[in-house]
């Protein structure tokens, strides 16, 4: 009875290790989430060049609920979160995880983020369709010991901010048209219950996808100012030359997005393209709506982000 006892005592300890190792996404150097590296590596040969080398590492691989992710690079980072690339195992695909420390001042923030997308997305949901699409769906939430993840989905494109780097320089035709697509998304925002601010629009949150169209990413100054009751000494954050005066203050509401919108304008019209003169009336018109978007006073700016779509939409018609 003894000898039985101590082999189902060995047991139980194998089976907790087992599930252990499985979290960790290791198990024993030879398998990762019950998979042989020779399968993982063919299903990610497509995405790593050095595929082997890492796989047989087993390094940079993070499980979650839905499954486990193989890290590929980094593509951002900011605060106290990075951004990375990774492929999905074992279906494969390609999703971006926005990872962050355990640390007191942040811990949960992201979770409220993840919140905040996956009701934006409406993923999961029997829902006609999500309340703002423009966001990368969700695809889940989770925390290990150390950090908090949320992955989403990979957006293909370049940021607004990295085409300026490389020397774009957009006509007055074009900045209108990335204007209205901007007042489009806010309105979108500003019209959910309770409206969502968005707070952090700057040319690196704008991906430009590759079959044209724009998208926004990250929400975390939005999911910031959802919790701002729960943090005592609260000060609003965002980018700066592009948040609002007031958000240092630790106010804000939907003036400010239309604010940031306006420095976001001013900055592309500085660096504008003026070979076409055909465009200067509506550059003229541009700066006017930057005037009007960017003053200090927020009861001087637009009453709302829908009455500045309709001047710029008018613009474009000039």
């Known amino acids: 009875m003894e000898q039985i006892g101590n082999q189902t005592g060995k047991q139980t300890e194998k089976e907790a290790e087992k599930k252990r190792e499985k979290r960790t996404g290791r198990q024993k150097g030879k398998k990762v989430d019950g998979m042989d590296r020779e399968i993982i590596q063919k299903r990610l040969g497509r995405y790593v ?35 990375w690339k990774a492929a999905g195992i074992p279906r494969g695909g390609l999703w971006a995880l926005k990872i962050r420390n355990k640390t007191e001042d942040g811990l949960f923030c992201l979770q409220t983020e993840a919140e905040l997308l996956e009701e934006l997305t409406n993923t999961g949901k029997a829902a006609p369709g999500p309340l ?57 925002l500003h019209g959910c219950t309770p409206p969502v601010l968005y707070l952090d629009l700057s040319p690196d949150n704008i991906i430009l996808e590759r079959g044209g169209g724009l998208r926004l990413t990250d929400l975390g100054t939005a999911a910031a100012w959802r919790q701002r009751d729960k943090r005592d000494g609260f000060v609003m954050t965002g980018t700066p030359g592009f948040a609002a005066p007031e958000q240092y203050q630790g106010a804000a509401s939907p003036a400010s997005d239309i604010y940031s919108l306006g420095m976001l304008l001013r900055v592309l019209n500085a660096f504008g393209d003026e070979t076409d003169e055909r465009l200067w009336g509506v550059r003229e018109k541009l700066q006017e709506v930057i005037r009007i978007s960017t003053q200090k006073d927020p009861a001087r700016r637009y009453p709302d982000i829908k009455a500045m779509k309709q001047v710029l939409e008018k613009s474009t018609c000039l």
Do not use: D
């Open 132 to 188: 703002c699409g423009e966001f990368p769906r969700f695809q889940e939430y989770f925390q290990t010991r150390e950090r908090e993840v949320l992955v989403m989905e990979y957006l293909r494109g370049m940021t607004l901010g990295e085409s300026l780097r490389r020397g774009k320089r957009y006509s007055a035709a074009e900045i209108l048209e990335i204007a209205v697509s901007l007042c489009g998304i806010l309105e979108k």
């Open 49 to 83: 060049k050095n595929a082997q080398m890492n796989v047989q590492t087993c390094s940079g691989v993070l499980c979650g609920g839905a499954r486990c992710y193989f890290f590929l690079h980094r593509i951002g980072r900011g605060g106290t979160a990075q951004v």
